[in-house]
Nanobody, 114 residues
Framework: QVQLVESGGGLVQPGGSLRLSCAVS????????LGWYRQAPGNQRELVAV???????NYADSVKGRFTISRDNAKDTLYLQMNSLKPEDTAVYYC????????WGQGTQVPVSS
């Protein structure tokens, strides 16, 4: 069992930056592939970025070059640095952990608006 708690969401203006954090706890947490997903109103949840236990990353095309996923295994924390934010990035952002099953955090809201 893995527990995930996101933080760092909030209102940001277009063009601005924000860093999300996700505290990861549980047995063998460092072995998990961690990720960020988002869900905008009326849309399905979609992948934003993932990072494996050894640091390999993968991004959605819509965020490549603007978002950076990272993990600090010493602190058991996952991060998402978001730059050049756009209104279409507005969503609830969820962190995830997957080994066999997938676990989810409670989500944090990121409205991008002037």
């Amino acid at each position: 069992q893995v527990q995930l708690v996101e933080s760092g969401g909030g209102l940001v203006q277009p063009g601005g930056s924000l860093r999300l954090s996700c505290a990861v706890s549980g047995r063998d947490a460092r072995a998990y592939t961690l990720g960020w997903y988002r869900q905008a109103p009326g849309n399905q949840r979609e992948l934003v970025a993932v990072i494996t236990f050894d640091g390999s990353t993968n991004y959605a095309d819509s965020v490549k070059g603007r978002f950076t996923i990272s993990r600090d295994n010493a602190k058991d924390t996952l991060y998402l640095q978001m730059n050049s934010l756009k209104p279409e990035d507005t969503a609830v952002y969820y962190c995830s952990a997957r080994l066999i099953n997938i676990y989810w955090g409670q989500g944090t809201q990121v409205p991008v608006s002037s």
